[in-house]
């Protein structure tokens, strides 16, 4: 079955503490993007990534790092967490850029 | 950058109605439009697409319309069940990268 996994589906962590949400494609998609999710704000784009070793900064970058060492793998990596990157996360996959046609399940988010 | 935003943020439909969510996008050099649909608790699911060439495209019981002159977007639902209650979402596509709106959430009365 398609699909876009993330773990894990819930998360709650303090401030500071570094983290790491996985993102794991089985469609051999080459495109991967993060978003996150806020009331009222719609889905904003974090990170993307076109192939291995290519990653760009989306809409709302600061406080994230991504890493792209393969193909089906696209992490994102809060090095230290602030309440205000509580929200809703969602990796995607596509078989090219602006076309996400695969999301995750979702992470919620929760820094104390 | 510009974005993308829908009509109203809540529609409530009878079980078998018809539905029809709207959405207004601002890039009119946007040339590819994805309509999602997000039930509670899950990710955005791909209901279906148009190109900007187009003006209409029909699904299985969807069908979205574009309007370039106006900058519009509808999806159209026929005979609408309980399983469509979800938040659906438009997105445009402009230059590669894909503008969300808020979404409509609609409910489905029985």
């Known amino acids: 079955e398609a699909q876009v996994t993330q773990n894990p589906r819930y998360l709650i962590t303090v401030t500071g503490k570094k983290l790491t949400v996985t993102c794991s494609q089985n469609?051999?998609?080459?495109?991967m993007s993060w978003y996150r999710q806020d009331p009222g704000l719609g889905l904003r784009q974090i990170y993307y990534?076109?192939?291995?070793?290519?990653?760009d900064k989306g809409d709302v970058p600061e406080g994230y790092k991504v890493s792209r060492k393969e193909k089906r793998n696209f992490p994102l990596i809060l090095e230290s967490p602030s309440p205000n990157q509580t929200s809703l996360y969602f990796c995607?996959?596509?078989?090219?850029?602006?076309?996400?046609?695969?999301f995750g399940q979702g992470t919620r988010l929760t820094v104390v | 950058g510009e974005s993308v935003g829908l009509h109203l943020p809540t529609l409530s439909v009878q079980e078998g109605d018809n539905s029809i969510i709207n959405c207004a996008y601002s890039?009119?050099?946007?040339?590819?439009f994805i309509w999602y649909k997000q039930e509670s608790g899950k990710g955005p699911q791909f209901i279906i697409d148009?190109?900007?060439?187009?003006d209409k495209r029909q699904g299985q019981r969807v069908t979205v319309l574009l309007n370039k002159t106006v900058k519009h977007l509808s999806l159209q639902i026929a005979a609408t069940q309980p399983g469509d209650s979800a938040v659906y979402f438009c997105?445009?596509?402009?230059?590669?990268?894909?503008?969300f709106g808020a979404g409509t959430t609609v409910t489905v009365r029985a």
């Open positions: 995607a996959s596509s078989l090219q850029t602006g076309l996400e046609a695969f």
């Open positions: 469609m051999n998609h080459e495109y």
């Open positions: 990534s076109m192939n291995v070793e290519v990653t």
């Open positions: 890039n009119s050099a946007s040339d590819y």
């Open positions: 148009i190109r900007s060439n187009m």
């Open positions: 997105a445009e596509n402009y230059n590669y990268k894909l503008s």
